[in-house]
Each structure stands twice: as C-alpha cells, then as structure tokens.
C-alpha cells in the first residue's frame, strides 16, 4: 500500500473498498453504498466528530461513497475528487438523482419556492450539481435543494473559456483550509474549482495537481517569461498567473484569495525555504 495516495486510497487495516481488493491488506473488502450530497457543502474529516480538521468538501449534488456508517456519520471516499474520510451523513441522501445542470454562477440561493422574495434553503457555489425538476418562470427547480435562477446554471459540458477569469471571481474570498466553495477555500481549492468550470479535472491537493499538469501540460519552469494562466507551485502552495507579473492565490498569509506581485510573493515564500518547484502552462 506504500506505493498508494492514502489520501485517495479508501483503505484501513479493518476495512477497504472491493475495488482496492489484490492491491491492499484488509480485513475485509466491501462495495461502497453511494450517498449524495444535500446541502451546499459537506466537509470531509479526518474524524468523525464536527471539530474533525476539514481536507476537503463535497458540494451539493456530488456523491460520497460510504464503506462505514457509524453513528450518523460515514467513512468512504468522494466520488467526484477520490478524496478519504469521514462526513457527517445529515447532510446526504441515498436518493441519488442524476445531475443534468451545474452552478455556473459563483454562488447562488436555491430558494424554497421559484420567487426571489421566498425563504432560501441553501447558497450553492460554482460547480454544484443539480437535478432539474420543474420549470417556472426564470427558475428551475434543484431536485432536493430548492429552486434556482436558470440563467446560473449550465449544462454539464457548458464549461467556462477562461479559467482564470474564473478564478478571479474569486477575489477576497475568504481563505479555508480543505475548502472548495466560493464562501472559502484553499490554494488547491481554488485552481480545482477554476479549472473544474473550464472542464478539466486535477486532482484536490497542490502536490497531486503539480504531478497531473506536469504530465498533461507544458513545463515552463525555467523560462523567466511567465503569461496568463501559467500556474505556479511551490512545496504546499499554487497559484495562477493572471498576467506576466501578478499571482492569485488562496493564502493563508492574507487569509483570502489575494492578487498581488509574482515577484513579492515568491520572495515572500523563498524566505520560509520554499522555493518555486514548477511552472506550468496549458498547451
């Protein structure tokens, strides 16, 4: 099991998913019993416990697969990023509806009837999945969520032409550890959601997404020009180029997605021993 992502690799000495069967030791191997999410976003923990630390999220619409129910909470893995551990299973359903729309605004309110003066139910974020139910007037209804201005959501494959415009939208959102949703998130959050809305899919984590783009786009960590859209790692950290001198990252430092200078905040970084690892840029 060395050789494995624990992060991505639903697998305990005590239990492990049927698939993993021939490649892990485990007491027992079981198939997964899917659960969907019902609210805007589920934490994922690494305790089943509401102090548990956060890793990751699953959004509204998305399906956590469950290997262990124990006292209101399930221990699997997200379908939609691979990502291990806990969630608190009050917030899903085994109703699983197939999603046929997707939030394509940065966020918006399913209310609890098509009329904007009706109580809201949730705030989903960019790249929450829906079930299209009925249509009123300027809303659909989200099956099991509530209703939505239409004119926020797109098909599954209507994707955004520029991820970094994406990705701007984000401005001073508030940063948070393990976060994906446009109320806060991390560094690898924000690239995940930025080029999730763009159609392609990295992995949740900055070293795993540094490993996925080094592979698929081209490396341009030597060069000394950088442009739009290249995206920067560093040991733990990433962040997108939205022009050849300025850097939008979620960080911890300013404690929200922040534009500022390359050069100020790669200094900034190099003096905690971290010096740029790779520059990558789509092909």
């Known amino acids: ?20 069967k021939g490649q892990v030791e485990a007491a027992r191997f079981v198939e997964p019993a ?26 509204a619409g998305e399906v956590f697969a469950v290997l262990e129910a124990r006292d209101g909470w399930g221990w699997g893995f997200s379908r939609a990023g691979g990502y291990v551990g806990w969630v608190d299973l009050a917030g899903f359903s085994t109703t699983i509806r197939q999603p046929d729309r997707r939030i394509t605004a940065l966020r918006t309110y399913a209310f609890s009837k098509p009329d904007i003066k009706s109580a809201p139910r949730h705030l ?42 994406v990705a701007e939208s984000f401005l001073a959102t508030p940063y948070l550890w393990g976060g994906k949703e446009s109320l806060g998130l991390d560094c690898s959050g924000l690239v995940q959601m930025a080029l999730r809305a763009a159609g392609i899919d990295v992995p949740r984590d900055a070293d795993q997404q540094e490993a996925a783009l080094k592979a698929a786009w081209q490396d341009v960590t ?7 859209g290249d995206i920067v790692f560093w040991p733990g950290h990433v ?25 100020e905040a790669e200094t900034r970084i190099r003096e905690k021993e971290n010096p740029v690892r790779t520059i990558v840029r789509p092909v």
């Open 124 to 165: 989903l974020s960019l790249n929450a999945l829906v079930s299209t139910g009925a249509r009123e007037g300027r809303f659909i209804e989200a099956e099991g969520l509530g209703w939505v201005v239409e004119a926020h959501t797109g098909a599954p494959d209507d994707h955004a032409g520029d991820f970094v415009a």
């Open 1 to 20: 099991m060395s050789h494995l992502d624990p992060r991505l690799t639903p697998a305990r000495p005590d239990l492990a998913a049927a698939h993993l």
């Open 34 to 59: 899917d659960y969907q999410s019902v609210i805007a976003a589920a934490p994922i923990r690494r305790a089943p416990a509401p102090d548990g630390a956060m890793d990751d999220q699953v959004l």
């Open 222 to 228: 030597g060069d000394e020009a950088r442009e739009r």
């Open 239 to 263: 962040g997108i180029m939205v022009d050849s001198e300025h850097l939008l990252h979620a960080n911890a430092g300013f404690m929200d997605v922040t534009l500022e200078l390359f050069s």
